[in-house]
């Protein structure tokens, strides 16, 4: 079992950054994919970002050039580093870990962009 745990969400205006932190409970968590996800009001979940064990990134046209997903596996941490935010990045973030048959969900931070 894995214990996710997503923090860094809150409220900030157009324009501005944070960073999201998802900590994993678990040693050897660098053997782990990990994505992050996000889910606005009245809409589906999105995939946002992934890492993958080996430190490739990937990411969804709409947040290129402005999120970056990193990990500190000595941590059993992934990053969100998410810079120029837009009102439309509003929307509760979750930290997603795959490995094989094993598939884990955070419990979701709250990123809200408004002025």
């Known amino acids: 079992q894995v214990q996710l745990v997503e923090s860094g969400g809150g409220l900030v205006q157009p324009g501005g950054s944070l960073r999201l932190s998802c900590s994993a409970s678990?040693?050897?968590?660098?053997?782990?994919?990990v994505g992050w996800y996000r889910q606005a009001p009245g809409k589906q979940r999105d995939l946002v970002a992934t890492v993958t064990s080996g430190g490739s990134a990937n990411y969804a046209d709409s947040v290129k050039g402005r999120f970056t997903i990193s990990r500190d596996n000595r941590k059993s941490t992934v990053y969100l580093q998410m810079n120029r935010l837009k009102s439309e990045d509003t929307a509760v973030y979750y930290c997603?870990?795959?490995?094989?048959?094993?598939?884990?969900w955070g419990q979701g931070t709250q990123v809200t962009v408004s002025s």
């Open positions: 678990r040693l050897f968590f660098s053997v782990f994919a």
């Open positions: 997603n870990a795959q490995f094989r048959t094993e598939d884990y």
